[in-house]
């Protein structure tokens, strides 16, 4: 069967879509699956006595029960549901980051990391007068738990590093950072948006402490992301937002905050989202781990073999397709990432060009700016023909040769 079948999107806009790493199309079935939630059962969940917010609720927290089985969570209520994973984890910095650091203590992440899960940690530093530390990659992406062995102390008490990089697509090894982490008494952050889409995760063998993912980037609509998190840790945090919902009981003079994973989903939740997020899940588990993983594979592998016929085009990172994980990052000789951008979108090629939010990374590799091809595994083969087709007149067009 085609894959692109199941996205409309691709054969109404004859595009070439490569740039899954920052969101990915929505196949019907996640569509129609919020759909028929705001046709069927929408209501206020959690709150109303009436049969549609009972059935309301239903959908959110059966959900939240499939996200947890599908990661490997030990318990629902370990599940938050947040807009993406950008939120997932400024709750952690925020909550958890400005309760438990103190003057004095450090923060270990990596120059590897998204902006995401670098500035939150930024600022819960500046706030509680901790420090900040950076865990220097090796120029092709490089990280190990033994290179975090080297510079962690026992006022490390967190340590925040990405599964999967969103520049270079290399897989780190969260079991390893965590047994590191937690042999020192830190607690270990995951950052899963670019590793949950693409491949199976389960936080419980990882022993991460939190995993934070978005649903835009795995099939699922926009504004809903998930945040996990070891119960007893959560238990401890307080809350990252106030209001309805989130509370037990409320006085004039104070509050007390209602149980997990409810104290941490301020106001009325997004309850489509989920569903269509649910749906998403259905989805990858119809194709199974084996046959994604596979094609993105196979694509990224013939990817960077025809590269090898472009010796203007400069890869980051490994020179091992194995490595990459569908991301492809790169410069071209003499051409602006953002003219490269333009050309391949005169030829419906749609690309990233930029910093990818990994500014700090860029500068370390002395670059400013790169293009990135990202896949999934509704992309095929055909896809990476036509986007050498227009990497062949980049630099025709722009008076250069070659």
Excluded at 196 to 213: E, I, K, R, T
Excluded at 265 to 294: C, P, Q, S, Y
Excluded at 301 to 315: N, W
Aim: net charge negative.
């Amino acid at each position: 069967m085609d894959i692109k079948e199941e996205f409309p999107i691709l054969e109404k806009r004859n595009i070439v879509y490569l740039d899954n790493a920052a969101t990915t199309q929505k196949p019907p079935c996640v569509i129609e699956a919020a759909s028929r939630y705001y046709k069927e059962n929408n209501a206020n969940p959690l709150r109303g006595l009436y049969q549609l917010s009972i059935d309301a609720t239903d959908e959110y927290e059966n959900s939240r029960q499939e996200v947890a089985e599908f990661i490997g969570a030990a318990d629902k209520s370990e599940i938050i549901f947040t807009r993406n994973a950008t939120e997932s984890l400024n709750l952690v910095a925020y909550s958890y980051g400005r309760s438990f650091l103190d003057q004095g203590d450090e923060v270990i992440t990596t120059i590897a990391e998204h902006h995401s899960n670098m500035i939150p940690w930024q600022q819960a530093c500046k706030a509680r007068g901790a420090k900040l530390t950076y865990l220097y990659c090796e120029k092709d992406g490089t990280l190990t738990p033994d290179m975090l062995e080297k510079i962690i102390s026992d006022k490390t008490k967190i340590v925040a590093v990405t599964q999967v990089s969103n520049v270079f697509g290399r897989e780190n090894d969260i079991k390893g950072f965590a047994e590191v982490a937690h042999r020192h008494g830190a607690i270990l952050v995951a950052d899963g948006a670019q590793s949950v889409p693409h491949m199976p995760v389960n936080v419980q063998d990882l022993d991460c402490d939190f995993l934070a993912f978005s649903g835009h980037k795995m099939y699922a609509p926009m504004g809903i992301g998930v945040l996990y998190g070891k119960k007893d840790l959560l238990e401890k945090m307080p809350p990252f937002l106030f209001g309805g919902e989130m509370i037990e009981y409320v006085t004039t003079e104070g509050a007390t905050w209602a149980e997990l994973p409810h104290k941490f989903e301020a106001g009325t939740v997004n309850v489509g989202g989920a569903v269509g997020l649910r749906e998403a899940i259905h989805f990858i588990n119809r194709f199974g781990w084996d046959t994604i993983m596979k094609r993105e594979e196979d694509l990224t592998a013939y990817a960077m073999d025809k590269m090898k016929d472009y010796p203007y085009v400069h890869i980051l990172g490994s020179a091992d397709p194995a490595k990459h994980h569908g991301i492809i990052t790169f410069t071209v000789e003499g051409v602006h990432p953002h003219d490269c951008a333009a050309i391949f979108d005169e030829h419906d090629v749609a690309i990233r060009a930029g910093h990818h939010c990994a500014q700090p990374l860029l500068k370390y590799l002395g670059t400013l700016s790169t293009v990135r091809a990202s896949m999934a595994f509704y992309n095929d083969r055909n896809d990476i023909d036509r986007f050498f087709e227009a990497l062949t007149s980049i630099r025709k067009e722009m008076g250069l040769d070659g």
